[in-house]
Nanobody
Framework: QVQLVDSGGGLVQAGGSLRLSCAAS??????????MGWFRQAPGKEREFVAT????????FYRDSVKGRFTISRDNAKNTAYLQMNSLKPEDTAVYYC??????????????????WGQGTQVTVSS
């Protein structure tokens, strides 16, 4: 079984930064054979795609509203994925979830393409 643990959320003022982490573990889990993604869900809204990164870390893809502000990365030696969020805006407020997929197509933007999910971490951006 695969476990993903999200962390790093918090309360920040508009224009500030946060770095989210997603630590992956599992008895037979090979982290560098999973595409990783970040999604978010604001109150009353559907969970939406934020960013994804391929196995090696070379391929990344973002939703338009976060391009130039967010950076997804991974450290395969530490079984951890990250989402660096800069220039945060109030509309970025949401619960952020990391996800892992055995699918190595690119880019993976749909929820149903991911096999495992973290528990979520709250990000609140005040104006």
């Amino acid at each position: 079984q695969v476990q993903l643990v999200d962390s790093g959320g918090g309360l920040v003022q508009a224009g500030g930064s946060l770095r989210l982490s997603c630590a992956a573990s599992g008895r037979t889990f090979t982290f560098n054979r999973y595409t990783m993604g970040w999604f978010r869900q604001a109150p009353g809204k559907e969970r939406e795609f934020v960013a994804t990164i391929g196995w090696s870390g070379r391929n990344t893809f973002y939703r338009d509203s976060v391009k130039g502000r967010f950076t997804i990365s991974r450290d395969n030696a530490k079984n951890t994925a990250y989402l660096q969020m800069n220039s945060l805006k109030p509309e970025d407020t949401a619960v952020y979830y990391c996800a892992a997929s055995r699918n190595n197509d690119y880019p993976l933007q749909r929820r149903e393409q991911y096999d495992y999910w973290g528990q979520g971490t709250q990000v609140t951006v005040s104006s």
